[in-house]
């Protein structure tokens, strides 16, 4: 089991849906991020909030909306999301960013994201 | 975008042998780190090794950094069937408005055969 936790682990959807990903630690961690990951590629960076602020968006289209409600929960909402949207979404976690540059990222399981 | 570049992109064993993976980067890192990826899982972190640091060890993991020629390989020894997974290189840049963003490499799918 890792410990950082997401759900749901599935989801389906259609083009004009809203969903929301959720990703929570109880690590103390202040740092969270959304990574992209599609078949057999590496993750791509998405967000990043550092104590609950966002600190980076790596260009992501605003049919992709982040939140970060405390320092244990990250949401992603959905909406209206094209077929290529489909792929694993994972998240992750990590110590706070005075030192975060040399602290691993503790990565959920993801959710398997299709896009009918 | 993807600094990292890693080779091979798949390498085949049999159990007990040595596995070699290398990656090579192109900016000026702080760090470099080491992801393994059981398939349909997330990521779980292996090793860190920081830009001062010429060689780290763990168990039956071995990672060298060579800063002078961006690259690093990541050796695992004695290998066994339950090391099959996709590995990745990520690293993290030097100070600056990078913050804390890891950037991967393709990564190398290793499956070790019983």
């Known amino acids: 089991d890792t410990e950082v936790t997401q759900t749901p682990k599935h989801l389906v959807m259609g083009m004009t849906n809203k969903k929301s990903l959720k990703c929570e630690q109880h690590?103390?961690?202040?740092?969270m991020y959304w990574y992209k990951q599609k078949a057999k590629k590496p993750p791509e960076l998405m967000f990043v909030?550092?104590?609950?602020?966002?600190?980076i968006n790596e260009s992501v289209p605003s049919r992709f909306s982040p939140e970060c409600p405390n320092s244990s929960l990250l949401n992603l909402h959905l909406h209206a999301l094209q077929p290529e949207d489909s792929a694993l979404y994972l998240c992750?976690?990590?110590?706070?960013?005075?030192?975060?540059?040399?602290?691993?990222?503790?990565f959920g399981d993801g959710t398997r994201l299709s896009i009918l | 975008s993807q600094q990292g570049e890693e080779d091979p992109q798949a390498l085949s064993i049999q159990e007990g042998e040595n596995a070699t993976m290398n990656c090579s980067y192109k900016?000026?890192?702080?760090?470099l780190q080491w992801y393994r990826q059981n398939s349909g899982r997330g990521l779980v972190h292996l090793i860190l090794i920081r830009s001062n640091e010429r060689e780290k060890h763990s168990g039956r993991l071995r990672v060298t950094l060579d800063t002078s020629k961006k690259s690093s390989s990541l050796l695992i020894t004695a290998s066994r069937a339950a090391d099959t997974a996709s590995y990745f290189c990520?690293?993290?840049?030097?100070?600056?408005?990078?913050?804390?963003?890891?950037?991967f490499g393709e990564g190398t799918q290793l499956t070790v055969n019983p």
């Open positions: 900016t000026s890192i702080n760090n």
């Open positions: 990520a690293t993290v840049p030097q100070l600056g408005t990078s913050g804390s963003r890891l950037t």
């Open positions: 690590m103390g961690h202040r740092a």
């Open positions: 992750a976690s990590s110590h706070s960013r005075a030192n975060s540059l040399n602290q691993p990222q503790h």
């Open positions: 909030y550092s104590y609950e602020k966002l600190s």
